[in-house]
């Protein structure tokens, strides 16, 4: 079964910056498009941005200029470079394919606060 790790969250400051992996475990990860999501306290979980197998990325509004997405397929890996952080972006953030196929991880912890 193919398991999804996230991991890189933290505590940052407002401005600051993270780097955010996601490691999938088998390698048909080359296969799919793949997404990072975040759910905020009290909130849905949320799409934050997608990049397909050949590299073509989106982003929701709200973190344009700010997030980019990127992956290694060579490493079954995925990133999101996040940088001039906000206290609204604090959110656990997972990632997975994007229509959902895989089980959710665990998450990663990102907290924006001063």
């Known amino acids: 079964q193919v398991q999804l790790v996230e991991s890189g969250g933290g505590l940052v400051q407002p401005g600051g910056s993270l780097r955010l992996s996601c490691a999938v475990s088998e390698s048909i990860f080359r296969l799919y498009a793949m997404c990072w999501y975040r759910q905020a306290p009290g909130k849905q979980r949320e799409l934050v941005a997608g990049i397909t197998r050949w590299s073509s990325t989106n982003y929701v509004t709200s973190v344009k200029g700010r997030f980019t997405i990127s992956r290694d397929n060579a490493k079954n890996t995925m990133y999101l470079q996040m940088n001039s952080l906000k206290p609204e972006d604090t959110a656990v953030y997972y990632c997975?394919?994007?229509?959902?196929?895989?089980?959710w991880g665990q998450g990663t912890q990102v907290t924006v606060s001063s």
């Open positions: 997975n394919t994007d229509p959902i196929y895989f089980p």
